[in-house]
């Protein structure tokens, strides 16, 4: 959507917010505000409390175009650039639900890339363009009960079957995944699976199995801390059999095509914990210019004023940091220790401004009602999603050459 003069030389009176964005951008941005604010935000409270966002938020928003942002028009998406991911995960945190943030996340930013980035035509077809429809949800299956960050150490099988009469045009799966978000709801699920024990990180290979397949167990539907309103699953696999064209790009690849997944991953939940301790942000400042103690307001307290002064502070340094790194990634670059310091960064002082937003509002900030400490639960999460504080730090320090 932006024009190659304007992505590729920073004009920094293209936006109010940064150069990156365009008065595209800065549309689009208040088209999804006014959807979020209006369809969505209405219904916060409720999803809370039933621990699952309606079933017609997936096509009404691919109704509206919302789910392929940035995926060519032949398959159904608005052709835009990275940056319209990036408005979209800022602009989701307006609908004051976590849960559901992340459950589109993990559709739109998560398991369909894989899809457009390694899937051959049929695939596309049969997946991608209905993903973003909204008429088929998606999943991403790589964490299990014994391996989590070290996704070296998944254990779930893939077999080709090479008995008479196949002709070894089928797998069989067997295994299990949890902490899978949509993994209730999804109609189909991207799947990591060791199809050579002996080959190392060449072992791995990446499969597209519809979550209806005969062997699909969906165990149970997790419960957590936080993100209440997203369906959590713990998936098992009992001799699921999938044909050979189930595999998603080149066997024995799915390591490194997992590996490239993670990086847009990590970066798009760095620029959502950002949009998310700044509405934290806004609605603690607010609170403080209308709640009095000791004759004044309390923002007028030195120790609030500096408390909001340190938050902004970081808040915008994570911004800059997040918004230079996926200029980066936008123009074709691999900045992978970037993007791990913005993840790393931007989940850890999302959780700093939370908490710290309880505190000013005191003992309100304790009570459901304001929503402040849901932010916190929910924010927490993304200290351990998608890569833990501490494999961000590894990674950071081994690009250094430690």
């Known amino acids: 959507m932006a024009t190659t003069e304007s992505v590729l030389k920073p004009d920094f009176s293209a936006s109010k917010k940064h150069f990156i964005f365009t ?16 369809e969505l935000q209405p219904h916060a409270e409720e999803w809370e409390e039933e621990k699952y966002f309606a079933d017609w938020v997936f096509p009404r928003m691919g109704e509206l175009g919302l ?22 995960a800022e602009e989701l945190t307006k609908s004051n639900c976590g849960g559901l943030t992340m459950g589109i996340a993990v559709h739109t930013d998560m398991a369909t890339p894989p899809v457009f980035l390694f899937g051959t035509e049929k695939q596309k077809q049969r997946y991608l363009v209905p993903a973003i429809k909204g ?3 998606s999943c991403l299956g790589i964490t299990e009960p014994d391996a989590g960050s070290d996704v070296a150490g998944i254990k779930t099988r893939a077999v080709r079957d090479t008995r008479s009469g196949t002709g070894g045009d089928e797998w069989v799966i067997n295994g299990s995944k949890t902490y899978i978000t949509n993994g209730h709801r999804a109609d189909f699920i991207v799947l990591v699976a060791k199809t050579d024990p002996d080959a190392g990180y060449d072992g791995f290979t990446l499969f597209l199995v519809d979550m209806d397949s005969e062997g699909v167990i969906r165990e149970k539907k997790l419960e957590k801390l936080g993100m209440h309103a997203s369906d959590t699953a713990l ?7 999938v044909p050979a064209d189930a595999v998603l790009g080149q066997e024995g690849k799915g390591f490194y095509h997992i590996m490239w997944e993670l990086q847009g991953e990590r970066l798009i939940g760095a620029a959502g914990c950002v949009a998310g301790a700044q509405r934290c942000f806004d609605r603690t400042l607010q609170y403080a210019q209308e709640r009095t103690a000791f004759g004044r307001q309390i923002g007028k307290f030195q120790v609030i004023r500096h408390k909001f002064a340190e938050m902004a502070t970081k808040i915008e340094s994570a911004r800059q940091l997040v918004y230079m790194t996926a200029w980066r990634h936008q123009n074709g670059e691999y900045p992978v220790r970037e993007i791990s310091m913005a993840k790393l960064y ?10 710290e937003c309880i505190q000013i509002h005191g003992g309100a900030g304790y009570m459901k009602e304001y929503g402040i400490e849901r932010v916190w639960r929910d924010m927490r999460l993304n200290r351990i999603g998608a890569g833990t504080d501490e494999v961000m730090l590894d990674v950071i320090g081994r690009s250094y050459g430690l």
Do not use: T
């Open 67 to 88: 789910l392929g942002l940035s995926y060519p028009e032949e398959y159904g998406g608005q052709g835009g650039d990275y940056y319209c991911n990036i408005v979209l």
């Open 235 to 241: 998936l098992a696999f009992q001799d699921v059999r």
């Open 23 to 38: 008065e595209e951008h800065d549309r689009l941005r208040e088209s999804i505000g006014a959807f979020v604010e209006k």
């Open 346 to 355: 931007a989940s850890r002082i999302a959780v700093e401004v939370a908490d």
């Open 135 to 137: 008429e088929k949800v």
